[in-house]
């Protein structure tokens, strides 16, 4: 079984859409949580780091569910500048900080 | 300039050849990562460093090697590429005095083996 997993998509959603996007983990030592983004054929970057408490950052949402080992990451209000693919990561404490991403999901915001 | 910087940019070499590829960071970050990205499997852990002297193997190691003696270098080898090995690559950097930091990318490097 993969250390974090996510739905591969792809989301085809139209602008202004509401889109939701799920990960698991599957180590109880995972530590930190975050959302990255990467756009086709570049580096990726952070998006937003995820707390217990949930937060939010204009109109992404992401929220943690340590008993479920359950991450969400929402997107409000979809622009076409959101298609990208959108990588859950987590960093473990195994002695060293090891850091391992999903699949990532694909998103197409369309006009 | 002040960042994290990956060569070559691309490369081509064929089977069965040694070929290293670098990354350079100038933050002093004390971690970093080698990633490598395939369709279908988005990014798995090759290696990883928390710092000089000190690796650690990560979800793929097989047919890599790596080394640190320097904070701000981190290459990794293929000792003898084969054409599984063709990806892309990136490495990553993050600062270890905290576990909720972000990680910084190079802008990874094009490896076909032939």
């Known amino acids: 079984r993969k250390e974090v997993e996510q739905d591969p998509g792809p989301f085809n959603v139209p602008e202004g859409a509401t889109v939701a996007f799920n990960c698991t983990y599957s180590n109880s030592a995972s530590q930190s949580f975050f959302w990255y983004r990467q756009d086709c054929r570049k580096e990726p970057k952070l998006l937003m780091s995820v707390y217990s408490s949930g937060n939010e950052d204009g109109r992404f949402t992401a929220q943690l569910n340590r008993a479920s080992q359950y991450i969400s990451l929402l997107i409000r209000d979809s622009k076409l500048s959101d298609s990208a693919t959108y990588l859950c990561?987590?960093?473990?404490?195994?002695?060293?900080?090891?850091?391992?991403f999903g699949a990532g999901t694909r998103l197409f915001v369309k006009a | 300039d002040a960042g994290i910087t990956q060569s070559p940019r691309y490369k081509i070499t064929e089977t069965g050849r040694q070929v290293t590829l670098m990354c350079h960071q100038t933050w002093s970050h004390s971690y970093m990562f080698w990633y490598r990205q395939d369709l279908g499997h988005g990014l798995r852990l090759i290696y990883y460093s928390a710092a000089a002297d000190i690796t650690d193997k990560g979800e793929v190691p097989d047919g890599y090697v790596v080394s640190r003696s320097k904070t701000e270098n981190f290459p990794l080898t293929l000792e003898s590429a084969t054409r599984s090995q063709t990806s892309v690559y990136f490495c990553?950097?993050?600062?270890?005095?905290?576990?909720?930091?972000?990680?910084?990318f190079g802008q990874g490097t094009r490896l076909t083996v032939v």
């Open positions: 990553a950097s993050k600062f270890g005095g905290r576990l909720n930091t972000e990680a910084f």
């Open positions: 990561v987590v960093t473990l404490n195994t002695g060293g900080f090891k850091t391992i």
